[in-house]
């Protein structure tokens, strides 16, 4: 098999399944980015179902702080007393309507959790107004919310001395009835929970949050085997810094690993975090099928491609062999024309000089000059085939293109006569040279056959032949209707024909040309039209190996 055969072929298959491949990679990543928001947004609504119990956790403790700071007596004894009676609360603050703190204070001498409550708070500015830094007040509900939203938080608040004890009621507090705010205080979880009274008069209170965070964990899964055997791979709770809080599940992942899904948790608790980490035998393979089947899909596509490349290739080869026993078979019939057809012309010939009357000689230039044509043709499809075949070569030797120029015209002069086509001859070349002069005799005979056949209407033909420089050039021109504007080109295409009045009824090959110009080629030259008014004018030039002969 040729080599460009075998490049359509393989580009035959080739290109198709590297298209389909790039097209199937393309959908495979579409779904497989579908497949893993889906599967995340199914791992964060699982997530969702512990954020609801830490929702659970921050309701119940609300109600009771609810209870507990619904109280008339705001003395700090009575205050003292609910704050020991109670493990939710470290202690207990009171802020007066008009912006004062109220309870706890430096004066008389505070106890030492309100002195540590007082420092821990101071840095935010805790007045009537709740102007916490960030200000509790843009984060909380309006009254009767379950859960109020937290501010934004932050690793450690603001460590700026002193605050204001007084400032004005802000009328966006003032619509507020209770709220929270979560943050933290150095290392140290701070966590408030505050109300309104129906004076105006905030009630608040500093949770333990050991306590709270043990009340939080006591309501998400546990540790046990039996408890991880039913979660999927690791869930871990982590607070604002990514410190781990609780965790559970069997998977302990790398510390290189990222996590599947995040969910912050509901606020005031938005500060912390679930993280899910899936392990590898749980993991889903995202795709699998997809590039499975996207595989098969190739593999199948790639085998009816190898399929229809066989049967096209079989019946190629076929029409091929068939189309070669046909070269091969007019070959064979042009050699076996070729000896009788010569015998006939040179007897034909022979016979001519010997008749006396004039009527005779003209019958028999007329078989002299037909046996000629068909001479002319049967040697343009012997060349045509040898070109098929990659067989054409030239058999140079010396010789005088102006000699076979003549010998060409002597040829045609019984055809010239008879269709009074007059010849104008401008012989220049008369050099002895290196030349195939059978090879420029068939390329200035198709062109001069092209002239009998197209041109004789014109009843001239013109020929100049010259030599300069190494190079030799033969010109012919008609004064036929010339070749159609855009056709210049196409005329020396094998078996290409004018579609016009020109071939109408007019016998050929339409290999004349395409043969003469593979010849010039040969030649080291070239076979080409030149813009000529009126007529066709075909120019031939022909290079090395035409050495002049010493």
């Not at 078989?367 to 075949?389: C, W, Y």
Request: proline residues 7%; aromatic residues 6%; positive net charge.
């Amino acid at each position: 098999m040729r080599p460009a055969l075998v490049a359509v072929f393989a580009a035959f298959i080739a290109v198709p399944l590297a298209v389909m491949g790039w097209l199937g990679v393309r959908a495979s990543r579409g779904d497989r980015e579908v497949l893993r928001q889906q599967v995340a947004e199914l791992t964060k609504g699982q997530l969702a179902e512990f954020d609801r119990l830490a929702a659970r956790v921050v309701h119940a403790w609300e109600q009771e702080l609810l209870r507990l700071t619904d109280v008339k007596d705001t003395t700090p004894a009575h205050l003292r007393a609910i704050a020991r009676r109670s493990s939710h609360v470290r202690t207990l603050f009171v802020i007066d309507p008009d912006g004062r703190l109220r309870y706890p204070v430096q004066v008389p001498p505070p106890l030492p959790q309100e002195r540590e409550f007082l420092d821990r708070v101071r840095p935010l500015r805790l007045s009537s107004e709740l102007s916490f830094d960030p200000p509790l007040e843009s984060a909380h509900r309006s009254a009767g919310a379950p859960v109020a939203a937290s501010p934004p938080a932050r690793a450690a608040l603001p460590q700026t001395p002193g605050r204001s004890d007084r400032a004005p009621v802000s009328s966006a507090a003032a619509r507020k009835s209770r709220g929270w705010f979560v943050g933290y205080y150095g290392r140290g979880l701070l966590l408030l929970f505050w109300r309104r009274m129906a004076g105006g008069q905030i009630v608040g209170a500093e949770l333990e949050p050991v306590r709270f965070l043990s009340d939080l964990i006591a309501e998400l899964p546990g540790t046990g085997p039996d408890a991880a055997s039913r979660s999927v791979g690791r869930i871990v709770l982590t607070d604002l810094k990514g410190a781990s809080l609780y965790q559970w599940g069997v998977y302990d992942p790398p510390s290189t690993e990222s996590p599947q899904a995040t969910l912050a948790l509901s606020p005031p608790l938005d500060l912390f975090r679930l993280e899910c980490y899936r392990s590898p035998d749980q993991r889903l393979d995202l795709g699998q099928g997809t590039l499975f089947g996207l595989a098969s899909g190739l593999l199948s596509l790639g085998l009816v491609l190898v399929l229809a490349a066989t049967y096209l290739y079989r019946e190629y080869s076929r029409d091929l062999a068939e189309a070669a026993q046909r070269v091969s078979f007019v070959n064979q019939v042009s050699h076996e024309l070729k000896t009788p057809l010569t015998n006939i012309r040179m007897y034909a010939e022979l016979l001519a000089d010997e008749l006396a009357e004039e009527s005779q000689r003209r019958h028999i230039a007329v078989v002299v000059s037909e046996s000629q044509r068909l001479s002319r043709l049967i040697a343009n499809i012997l060349t045509f085939a040898r070109k098929t075949r990659n067989k054409l070569a030239l058999k140079p030797g010396p010789g005088r293109v102006d000699d076979a120029v003549r010998a060409v015209l002597e040829q045609f002069a019984p055809a010239f006569s008879s269709k009074r086509i007059e010849v104008d001859l401008r012989a220049d070349a008369p050099a002895l040279v290196q030349v195939d002069v059978d090879a420029i005799g068939q390329i200035v005979g198709n062109l001069l056959s092209n002239v009998e056949k197209y041109a004789a209407a014109g009843g001239r033909v013109e020929i100049s032949t010259v030599q300069k420089d190494g190079r030799t050039e033969i010109v012919v021109s008609d004064r036929g209707p010339g070749i159609p504007p855009g056709q210049e080109e196409r005329i020396f295409a094998p078996f290409y024909r004018l579609d016009s009045s020109l071939t109408e009824g007019v016998a050929g090959t339409g290999i004349g040309l395409s043969i003469a110009r593979d010849l010039a080629r040969l030649h080291g030259g070239d076979l080409v039209t030149t813009p000529g008014s009126p007529g066709a004018t075909f120019r031939l030039t022909v290079a090395t190996p035409f050495q002049e002969v010493t």
